[in-house]
């Protein structure tokens, strides 16, 4: 039995610590026994970018409101078999869940590969997923604002042993599952699943459909809805049958029949340039003895992470004050422009220094041939805005910002996705030697992938709340629950950035 503490809360002096306790632990493979050999998938360089897992954790209260008696639906054991059986069903489909990474030369011809490529790839052995069952004593309630980080999250998710990386062992993924998850019952009665998924196996939309799916085939759901004589809306009726794509070829073909150079200009991804030429910045005015100062402070633990509330009448608010009503932009848009703005000003950053936005775009529709509708592969690039510090603070408002927006992502076509494949291959996944960047600016859109409507226990979670990402100063910007229109923006700051930061958000939106 493995267990983990919890600390001292922030707003309650007086807690006292209790653990979460892992009673068991099982390897989930898909329900259909398979007569077909191993596969592999030959994952593309935006696959391979970032392999470990990410995580995510929903949170149910228990039910106070209905009249009907959910103590049975709601025991830990029932839960736990509920999301197992699903569990079952949906890997029939989502079979790439249950595998393995592996690291493969272009020589390879174990277990049948048929891969060409060498590297890190994707081998399909229904090795299968790991789920967790926990209990705590702990009440959510006691966690208060749940939209709020807090690092007792961190106790509520399944995390495998990280891969050893040596000289000596070549293959230090394959004991690594490429799912994992966690059922933990609090003392209120209610539950939270943690979810960590590897990147390298779906990115944001197929892992929130693959989450969906396991919902879908989740037998408590289907009784807490006779129960509750839920009705539907539109939104959460079952969507139409869309066939699941797995392979990564369309991408894979697309870069070795239309090559990039580094010597062509129009052709390199300005999100790759704009990155070295943040790194050379960094290395050009910090001293090494300094930056190994600076690296020392800056490590993850020294984040602040905090989740902005941005309703609908904030937003409607903001556009009038810093566009005008007469300029159309999305909400999207409007708050990265803002962000960039106000985090800038509150790094006090000399006026010629170079800053960068970076945020991600959807290529599904960008390359050619556009990539099936049931792709599960990454497929997400960077697109990237760099101007001087001045040039951001110094804008009497955010049209120009919001220009320089809309040309970044028109930017991402077919050559950009290329060429940013290629400059992700040759810069290798170096994240951990980078130098502190903190002029660069990382924004994930969530919005359109509604993590709280994954109904595990109901249809909807009182909250999804994500962990802190590999790279902490990744802001996410996520659909709120009480608010289809708002945003709830969870950014990473260093802590003496943090007040000066929401002043110059919030000033004079109110």
């Known amino acids: 039995m493995a267990s983990s503490e919890l600390g001292d809360h922030d707003h309650d002096d007086d807690l006292i610590i209790r653990r979460v306790s892992i009673t068991e632990t099982l390897l989930v493979s898909s329900a259909l026994d398979s007569l077909q050999p191993p596969k592999v998938v030959n994952l593309s360089n935006l696959d391979r970018q970032c392999p470990l897992l990410m995580y995510l954790v929903f949170f149910y209260k228990y039910p106070t409101t209905s009249s009907a008696d959910h103590s049975p639906l709601w025991s830990l054991d029932s839960v736990f078999e509920s999301l197992k059986s699903g569990l079952e069903k949906t890997l029939s489909i989502w079979y790439p869940a249950a595998g393995r990474l592996i690291m493969t030369s272009p020589t390879d011809d174990d277990f049948n590969l048929n891969s060409n490529l060498g590297g890190l790839n994707l081998l399909c052995n229904n090795r299968g997923t790991v789920l967790a069952k926990a209990a705590t004593a702990v009440q959510i309630s006691e966690l208060g604002d749940l939209s709020q980080y807090n690092d007792f999250f961190e106790n509520l998710v399944y995390k495998p042993p990280l891969p050893v990386f040596d000289d000596q062992e070549g293959d230090h993924f394959s004991q690594m599952p490429l799912v994992a998850a966690q059922v933990t019952k609090f003392g209120c009665g209610g539950c939270s699943i943690g979810i960590g998924i590897s ?32 009705i539907m809306d539109d939104e959460l009726q079952p969507k139409p049958v869309v066939a699941l794509v797995h392979d990564r070829d369309t991408l894979l073909k697309m870069v070795d029949n239309y090559p990039c150079h580094d010597d062509d200009e129009g052709r390199r991804a300005a999100a790759i340039d704009h990155l070295y030429q943040l790194i050379m910045q960094s290395a050009a005015t910090v001293a090494s003895t300094d930056l190994l100062m600076i690296k020392s402070t800056n490590d993850d633990s020294s984040y602040v992470h905090k989740t902005f509330h941005l309703s609908s009448a904030f937003l409607k608010c903001l556009k009038k004050l810093v566009v005008g009503d007469n300029f159309s932009c999305s909400s999207f848009e409007l708050v990265a422009a803002h962000l960039w703005k106000a985090k800038t000003s509150a790094l006090g950053l000399s006026t010629e220094t170079m800053v960068c936005l970076q945020f991600a775009v959807d290529a599904r529709n960008k390359v050619e041939p556009p990539l099936p509708g049931g792709f599960t592969g990454n497929a997400y690039v960077l697109a990237s805005v760099a101007l001087t510090a001045s040039q951001v603070v110094d804008q009497s408002d955010h049209k120009a910002i919001v220009d320089k927006i809309r040309e970044a992502k028109k ?49 909807e979670a009182d909250y999804a709340s994500p962990l802190v990402a590999p790279v902490p100063e990744v802001i996410y910007f996520m659909q709120n629950p009480k608010d289809d229109k708002g945003i709830d923006m969870r950014i990473g700051l260093l802590p003496q950035y943090l007040d000066a930061f929401t002043r110059y958000f919030f000033t004079n939106t109110n």
């Not at 892992?207 to 969906?212: H, I, R, S, T």
């Not at 879908?216 to 509750?228: T, V």
């Not at 859109?445 to 993590?451: A, I, K």
């Open 199 to 230: 990147h390298s196996l779906f990115d944001g939309p197929a892992a929130y459909e693959f989450m969906c799916a396991w919902a879908s085939n989740s037998d408590i759901k289907q009784i807490q809805n006779e129960l509750d004589v839920i």
């Open 411 to 459: 930017s991402v076509t077919n050559k950009y996705v290329k060429s940013y494949m290629e400059g992700v291959a040759a810069g290798g996944s170096q994240q951990k030697s980078l130098p502190p960047l903190k002029e660069l600016t990382l924004v994930s859109d969530w919005t359109r992938m509604p993590f709280h409507k994954v109904g595990f226990l109901r249809e």
